[in-house]
Antibody
Framework: QLQLQESGPGLVKPSETLSLTCTVSGGSISSSSYYWGWIRQPPGKGLEWIGSIYYSGSTYYNPSLKSRVTISADTSKNQFSLKLSSVTAADTAVYYC???????????????????WGQGTMVTVSS | DIQMTQSPSSLSASVGDRVTITCRASQGITNFLAWYQQKPGKVPKLLIYAASTLQSGVPSRFSGSGSGTDFTLTISSLQPEDVATYYCQKYNSAPLTFGGGTKVEIK
């Protein structure tokens, strides 16, 4: 069955760039039916959507993070990645990757709920 | 941006009790509303999408209702394994906002 696995450094220094990769197995990120997203959760707090990407490169970002976020996809490796620049302690969180269905109604693309999640990876921002 | 407000933020109920959690959107989102369950130390799990459609494999004691701005997640008979934090999420348009969560405990 489809599985997602996050990977990347667990410790990032303030002002540097956080980089994570999500490897998808048991299915292809090149499917026309899905977007692939990143969500984070600071310790003891709630969930925050970061952004989502279609295999072709089309993206949606959370406006609160948009100036610092880049999400990209590598179909040859069946992976998608997150880069978050100029990190501070407030970016310390568990970062999840997840799959969401894509629907096109007339010409408008709609994103659905996140139905399959990775296990999450803890990233700490500290010097 | 549309804000999602959950209430209560926490509750304690007895095994077998009927539990209701509310999620309110600051603007109408038709039925583009999902509910997730996150057990302590675990990954969030999709319970309900389209406000009332049960995800495959989710026990039938869970149900969702509502449309527009007001939504409800109901557990008809609370079980010990239902101890978790529950989140609503709207997905009608970006940003895909989550509610603040409702922590459910056993009395």
């Amino acid at each position: 069955q489809l599985q997602l696995q996050e990977s990347g450094p667990g410790l990032v220094k303030p002002s540097e760039t956080l980089s994570l990769t999500c490897t998808v197995s048991g299915g292809s990120i090149s499917s026309s039916s899905y977007y692939w997203g990143w969500i984070r959760q600071p310790p003891g707090k709630g969930l925050e959507w970061i952004g989502s990407i279609y295999y072709s490169g089309s993206t949606y970002y959370n406006p609160s993070l948009k100036s610092r976020v880049t999400i990209s996809a590598d179909t040859s490796k069946n992976q998608f990645s997150l880069k978050l620049s100029s990190v501070t302690a407030a970016d310390t969180a568990v970062y999840y990757c997840a799959r969401q269905s894509r629907r096109v109604v007339v010409v408008i693309t709609h994103l659905d709920a996140f139905d399959i999640w990775g296990q999450g990876t803890m990233v700490t921002v500290s010097s | 941006d549309i804000q999602m407000t959950q209430s209560p933020s926490s509750l304690s109920a007895s095994v077998g009790d009927r539990v209701t959690i509310t999620c309110r959107a600051s603007q109408g989102i038709t039925n583009f509303l999902a509910w997730y369950q996150q057990k302590p130390g675990k990954v969030p799990k999709l319970l309900i999408y389209a406000a009332s459609t049960l995800q495959s494999g989710v026990p039938s004691r869970f149900s969702g209702s509502g449309s527009g701005t007001d939504f409800t997640l109901t557990i008809s008979s609370l079980q010990p394994e239902d101890v978790a934090t529950y989140y609503c999420q709207k997905y009608n348009s970006a940003p895909l906002t989550f509610g603040g969560g409702t922590k459910v405990e056993i009395k």
